[in-house]
């Protein structure tokens, strides 16, 4: 049994979530940092290399978004997990962490088991998926899992961290229809509050980057990856 501490860094502006969520945390053998800036996170994250960092959306020197966008540019933050953790509920709200590169969003109110089950669902799936890169390859596009790469006749295309996630799902079992539901169990954990336009926005922008033809809508069923 793997009894290895996972390093978990905390940052809000509010003392109060940050004590709070550290107490759950510690009291399951994790070993918890934090930081009350945005500023200071970026600092403290480079240093400590935390295995999850959850992020408050609202801070006042730098938002969450932002450290986010900043932390996936790193190289070192590729893979890093990243949540958030906020009081804001909004579509458009859960569309822009996840654009940033977000791998979860938890809503406040915190509830200790549910902040306890979306955190260890994200590291176990990241154990799990660690020794199962693959890259894929579909004419003139070309799909590496380990350096999160997409090429379309040569040319690099930029994709967040979902539209990503949601290309490598669709791609991998390219003759088969996802549904919905399957889509968001397969790529958010199961409790996570996410509108139901996050995916047709992810869909859209995947066409549009990577063009109409390659993703098919079957009506009323799901979407499937064409090649």
């Known amino acids: 049994m793997n009894h290895e501490k996972r390093k978990i860094l905390i940052v809000d502006d509010e003392p109060d979530i940050i004590e709070l969520v550290s107490y759950i ?8 940092i934090s930081a009350s800036t945005g500023v200071e996170a970026l600092k403290i994250a480079q240093k400590e290399n935390p295995d999850l960092i959850i992020l408050d959306v609202m801070m006042p020197d730098m938002d969450g978004i932002e450290v986010c966008q900043r932390l996936r540019s790193m190289p070192a933050f590729d893979s890093t997990l990243i949540t958030f953790l906020t009081a804001r509920s909004e579509d458009y709200s859960q569309i822009a962490g996840f654009d940033a590169g977000a791998d979860d969003y938890i809503a406040k109110p915190i509830r ?29 596009l070309s799909i590496d899992q380990e350096k999160r790469m997409v090429k379309v006749e040569n040319r690099i295309i930029e994709l967040p961290k979902k539209e990503f996630d949601l290309l490598y799902l669709l791609c991998s079992e390219s003759d088969k229809v996802f549904s919905r539901d399957e889509i968001f169990s397969r790529l958010w954990n199961k409790d996570v509050m996410v509108g ?8 859209r922008k995947l066409r549009k980057k990577l063009g109409d033809h390659r993703i098919v809508t079957l009506k009323g069923i799901g979407y499937r990856f064409k090649f």
């Not at 200790?112 to 390859?137: D, E, F, H, V, Y």
């Open 25 to 32: 945390l510690e009291k399951e053998r994790m070993s918890v």
């Open 112 to 140: 200790p088991q549910t902040l306890l089950a979306r955190i260890n669902a994200m590291l176990k799936r990241k154990r799990s998926g660690s020794s199962t890169n693959s890259n894929l390859l579909f004419g003139d």
């Open 196 to 203: 139901d336009r996050t995916i047709d926005v992810h869909i």
